[in-house]
């Protein structure tokens, strides 16, 4: 006996449950659901950053890689169930998901929603407003200086 453990894994095993691309806050829990009709064992999770095409090995045989253990975690079952749990969504996580088993894949987007945006934002129709203020009074300035 070579004390191997062998588990049936089938070739035409298919994704039944798929995740859908979402939107997350910064803070959340986010959960990308993913079965397959065989078991989990063959089932992977990768992630590409928005800033990048480098893909990101997460998840592997329904396990989550060691160094990604803080950020992520698998809801695994035997019946073919590999969700994968995002433990708090940062700026970072957006990109895009993949969740496959062999040869059956699937591709969503999950977008980050943070405070920093919107202070982007912000910041951003305050100048355009400080600006158009500055130009018409300077401009009013000029047309009444002369008047009085």
Known sequence: MCGCVVTDVSVDAQLIVKPSSTAASVGSKVLLQC???GTPAGMYWSYTPLSST????????CSVELKYTARY??????????DLVINEATLDMAGKYTCGEFGDQVNVQLTVIGESLVLVVCIQ???SFYFIYCRVTSSLKTRYSSVV
Request: glycine content about 4%; aromatic content about 8%; proline content about 0%.
């Open 73 to 82: 975690s698998v809801n695994r079952t035997e019946t073919g169930r590999c």
């Open 35 to 37: 079965a397959t009709n």
């Open 54 to 61: 480098t893909l990101v090995n997460i998840v592997t045989y």
């Open 125 to 127: 129709q305050f100048v």
